[in-house]
């Protein structure tokens, strides 16, 4: 059961999936099965279709096809965090506690009806440009699965009016200020992701941030402690990630999978092959549109199949704690820069592009190497 306070103060009880706790005797279809049962270009029984007709997702799969459906139903029983608790924005203590504690908090109503309106357009917009060039589905996280960031020439979506709109929202910005316990945390990324319907693999479990390696290839967003003592895991966290729900997340169509409290852990994330079924089940179902996912990135995550008929678009922003920096790419220009609220303009103070320059952002499939700037407090 998911308990979600209400704007009383009282509690009710909404159905979720059983989690690890009381999973279904049935096991899942094998990953093997479903593999052998892919039918690259297939898209018979298709009904999700774009504005011009042509099939949005099941590319490599019939919707029809019985481990899929056999998949779906499994999932549709069991999938979710059992327990999950979603917070009303002004239950900022209780929000930072669940945060620290899991790496992680839901937090509904963030954004309103309206809000919700105009991001989820704003998302199919980007979405219609990117399956234009991607006729395979293919994607760019796997196939099916893609990230709004890396569809972009600039590395983000922070030039869209939609994501602006996030920037500084009024139940959001006193949140992440608790989070930090300091209002200068700073903007690093506006992106997110999306996935199709017939994204049928998980996405393996990762963390968004590791450590420096002396081979070369180290990732962006990275520590180095020379003595060797301390790594990413034992700071406080150095950055933040908040996911807003366009569509309600249901066991189904490609929840978040979130494992609680693995942000301070140095055990080696589990493979595939090696994550036990509980992980595969824990997942932030279910949650309504216009609530907010806040993620310690570091905590394990990933995704799951989206076996429903609609797009699952997440769109993000991403925020530096304000003793943290890594390089910054510019995204917004001078004029709209200008349009944000005077702490949406400090968040985003190190993307802007001078008044004399153009911001042109293409749409492409996969990222390309962008000109970073260096920041500072």
């Not at 234009?132 to 709004?148: K, L, Q, T, V």
């Not at 030039?159 to 009024?170: C, G, N």
């Not at 017939?198 to 963390?207: D, E, I, V, W």
Request: glycine share 8%; net charge negative.
């Amino acid at each position: 059961m998911v308990t979600r306070r209400s704007s009383s103060g009282s509690t009710r009880q909404e159905r979720s999936g059983s989690g690890r706790d009381a999973p279904d005797d049935r096991p899942a279809p094998s990953r093997a099965e479903l593999d052998r049962r892919r039918g690259a270009g297939d898209s018979r029984g298709v009904t999700d279709r774009s504005d011009t007709g042509s099939p949005l997702g099941w590319a490599e799969c019939d919707p029809d096809d019985p481990t899929i459906v056999e998949l779906r139903s499994y999932l549709a029983a069991n999938n979710g965090i059992r327990g999950l608790e979603i917070f009303r924005p002004d239950e900022i203590e209780h929000i930072v506690r669940a945060f620290r504690r899991d790496g992680f908090a839901v937090v509904a109503d963030v954004l309103s009806p309206d809000q919700v309106d105009v991001l989820r357009a704003g998302c199919d917009d980007v979405v219609e440009a990117v399956l234009a060039i991607d006729p395979a589905r293919s994607g760019n996280r796997g196939s099916h699965r893609y990230s709004f960031g890396a569809v972009s020439s600039t590395g983000s979506q922070l030039h869209r009016p939609e994501w602006q709109m996030l920037v500084d929202l009024p139940d959001l910005t006193p949140i992440l200020s608790a989070i930090f316990a300091n209002p200068g945390y700073l903007l690093r990324r506006a992106s997110g992701d999306f996935c199709l319907p017939g994204a049928f693999r998980y996405q393996p479990l990762h963390s968004d941030m590791g450590d420096w390696r002396p081979t070369g290839t180290t990732p962006h967003s990275s520590f180095h402690d020379p003595r060797g003592r301390l790594t990413t895991r034992d700071l406080p966290c150095p950055y933040v990630c908040v996911n807003f729900l366009t569509v309600d997340a249901t066991p189904i169509n490609g929840p978040t999978r979130q494992i609680p409290g693995t942000q301070h852990s140095r055990e080696p994330i589990p493979s595939l092959d090696q994550e036990p079924e509980w992980m595969r089940l824990s997942t932030v179902c279910p949650a309504p549109a216009g609530a907010v996912q806040i993620r310690d990135v570091r905590a394990w995550h990933g995704g799951t199949p989206n076996l429903s008929d609609e797009v699952r678009s997440i769109p993000n922003l991403e925020f530096y704690a304000p003793w943290y920096r890594d390089p910054i790419g510019p995204g917004i220009s001078y004029a709209d820069h200008r349009r944000l609220s005077e702490h949406g303009q400090r968040l985003t103070r190190f993307h802007v592009v001078d008044s004399s320059e153009e911001l042109v952002p293409r749409v492409q499939l996969r990222a390309t190497p962008r000109p970073l700037r260096a920041t500072s407090a």
